[in-house]
């Protein structure tokens, strides 16, 4: 399943993981998603991967 987020578009960042002797390795930093019960509007709710920067930006309206 992919890690994208279904209301931003977000995705895993890419970088580099820096041990104590300045070896890097690449390494990912995943997002915060949840599954969530997005309102649609006019009575409809759908079940969407929302990240957690959406959520609490109040981009999205949890169905109750």
Not at 24 to 43: C, P
Request: aromatic fraction near 4%; proline fraction near 2%; hydrophobic fraction near 30%.
């Amino acid at each position: 399943m992919s890690q994208v987020c279904d209301c931003c578009g977000r995705g895993p960042a890419t970088g580099n993981q820096l041990s104590h002797s300045h070896r890097r390795t690449r390494r990912r930093w995943l997002l915060n998603l949840f599954s969530v019960r997005v309102d649609l509007g006019g009575g409809e709710a759908k079940r969407m991967r929302i990240c957690s920067r959406c959520l609490r930006s109040g981009k999205v309206k949890r169905a109750l």
